[in-house]
């Protein structure tokens, strides 16, 4: 994996897309692993009772694939150190989803690189389902 | 003239706000931790190969940051609120300190931090906002998350 160094990186560098389209089938595979108990996951009716059209993805697996776009663009000796994300929107299975990021801010502080990101998932109607920030901490080129 | 708080005519056990409860011990194994990474469509060596993580910056394999998500653990305080007919994930704001490694026995502590309505365009919203503090068995704090969960009336 290649990876990004802190002086190469300025405020308005993008990130990403990193693209995924959950299925029925991986939701389940993260519900299972992480107990969530809640029908709306897991099952079309279940989801229908609550009011939603069907099944919808968890919003922490979604995030999820917010950190996969952020540590894989930093590296192994980049290291997130923080993720703040909302939910605005229901993903529902089958949805295109770009995860991505922008570069607002670079700074260094103590010695520390600090990046401060903008991210958030975007489906195919142009809205994000989830939106947020995040703080990744970068190595200086050797 | 003061507006009302609509938090104040929410129904909640307000007796477990601030209190921090132990809520148990969790083992991360390599297992669980390619199991979670496969859910996600991870594909970071680091997570996954051994070989990879020995060379690599920690020496061990490690867990991906949002692992906490699959941890099970005992139940938390629960706030009783009586609002609504449905709860959603609002929001999650993570610190991560240092990663989750296999082999790490993590132990964790959740505490309500706050329950709020909030009245707007679509109606009433109530938050419970709950914080869960992860420590290693070295007693360092690995991660913090602050999650929050609207309750909402899907009939409104």
């Known amino acids: 994996m290649s990876q990004t160094y802190f002086e190469d990186i300025e405020p308005g560098d993008e990130i990403g897309p990193l693209v995924k389209e959950p ?45 996969q776009l952020i540590t894989d663009w930093a590296g192994d000796q980049g290291r997130l150190t923080k993720l703040e994300v909302n939910f605005r929107r229901m993903v529902e299975p089958g949805d295109l989803l770009e995860c991505k990021a922008t570069v607002t801010d670079v700074e260094v502080s103590n010695g520390e690189n ?14 994000r389902p989830i939106q947020g920030t995040a703080q990744v901490m970068l190595p200086s080129r050797p | 003239m003061l507006e009302a708080d609509p938090t104040d005519a929410i129904d909640f056990d307000r007796s477990v706000i601030g209190v921090s409860y132990d809520v148990g011990t969790h083992e991360v194994t390599e297992q669980q931790v390619a199991e979670f990474a496969r ?61 989750m490694c296999v082999g790490d026995t993590i132990r964790a502590k959740e505490q309500i931090s706050r329950v709020f309505a909030k009245t707007g365009r679509t109606g009433t919203l109530v938050f419970a906002v709950r914080q869960t503090t992860y420590v290693n068995q070295h007693g360092r704090i690995v991660m913090m998350v602050e999650s929050s969960n609207v309750r909402r009336d899907m009939g409104q």
Do not use: W
């Open chain 1, 23 to 67: 299925t029925k089938e991986q939701i389940r595979g993260y519900v299972s692993l992480s107990e969530l108990r809640m029908g709306r996951f897991t099952s079309d009716e279940a989801a229908q009772g609550e009011g939603l059209r069907g099944i919808i993805v968890p919003g922490n697996m979604s995030m999820s694939f917010l950190a």
């Open chain 1, 114 to 127: 600090i990046v401060t990101l903008d991210t958030f998932i975007e489906n195919r109607k142009g809205e």
């Open chain 2, 39 to 99: 859910a996600i469509g991870e594909t970071n060596p680091l997570y996954l190969s051994t070989e990879a993580a020995k060379n690599g910056p920690h020496g061990v394999l490690i867990a991906p940051p949002t692992y906490y998500t699959s941890i099970r653990l005992q139940a938390g305080p629960d706030p009783k609120i009586v609002f609504g007919t449905m709860g959603f994930n609002a929001s999650q704001h993570c610190e991560f300190y240092e990663p």
